[in-house]
């Protein structure tokens, strides 16, 4: 294995806590494998058999599903190193619920099953990191299923704004412009951009460049409860 790549993969959550001896001795006796996927490129789609464990080493890749009218809707954007579906890989029913996308050049482990399992069995720190990375996902599914079930587009981009943490001038930083919302709440960019001018004029909040000031948080609250 590439000295710079194992570097990668030894930063993964679930690895660890791990020495590198034990991490390249795992690896000399499983039948992983590394592909590289190009910026746009398909890695896999909703519906795949999800068989080999998928780690993500380098690049960025976007979870996405389509609404019953046919929209695109951005699940999450994940940046490496990270697990992919790490809690599908177990289920009965076990394929992917979204499309995956590469959003930048990227690059995947893949991890069979039965190597997985047997490197869950040797070492409980490793079984603990993977138990915690199921346990965060299902927390963050829970809150995107919250998100989604919100009828209108006030009540997903307040309860959005809600659910991030603000430094003490009640400021939130987000890595998404107008569009890139629009696209995570699967909506269009003109109708997201009239709730925020709304908010704005009704002095709840102010964004800009990307910051989100949260000027009257009881107002704010009241949109959702």
């Known amino acids: 294995m590439d000295k710079k790549i194992f570097e990668k993969i030894s930063k993964a959550h679930i690895f660890m806590g791990m020495s590198e001896e034990k991490i390249i001795s795992f690896f000399k006796t499983s039948n992983y494998r590394i592909t590289k996927y190009v910026k746009g490129n398909t890695i896999a789609f909703r519906g795949d058999l999800y068989t080999e464990f998928m780690v993500l080493?380098?690049?960025v890749v976007i979870g996405e599903m389509v609404d019953p009218n046919g929209n695109a809707i951005e699940v999450e954007v994940i940046k490496a190193p990270r697990p992919l579906a790490p809690?599908?890989?177990?289920?009965?029913?076990?394929?992917?619920p979204v499309d995956i996308i590469a959003s930048e050049n990227s690059t995947i482990l893949f991890i069979p099953k039965s190597s997985v399992i047997r490197l869950l069995q040797s070492d409980i720190t490793i079984l603990q990191h993977y138990l915690d990375i199921i346990s965060?996902?299902?927390?963050f599914l829970s809150q995107r299923l919250r998100l989604m079930s919100l009828k209108t587009i006030k009540e997903k981009f307040t309860y959005y704004i809600l659910n991030h943490p603000v430094n003490k001038h009640n400021e939130l930083i987000i890595n998404k412009n107008h569009q890139k919302l629009s696209e995570y709440f699967g909506v269009t960019r003109p109708a997201l951009s009239r709730v925020i001018s709304e908010l704005e004029k009704d002095k709840i909040i102010t964004f800009k460049q990307k910051k989100i000031k949260?000027?009257?948080?009881?107002?704010?609250?009241?949109?959702?409860?």
């Open 136 to 139: 965060n996902r299902a927390q």
């Open 214 to 225: 949260i000027i009257n948080r009881i107002k704010l609250n009241n949109i959702l409860y």
């Open 57 to 59: 080493i380098e690049g």
């Open 87 to 96: 809690a599908i890989l177990f289920g009965k029913n076990n394929k992917l």
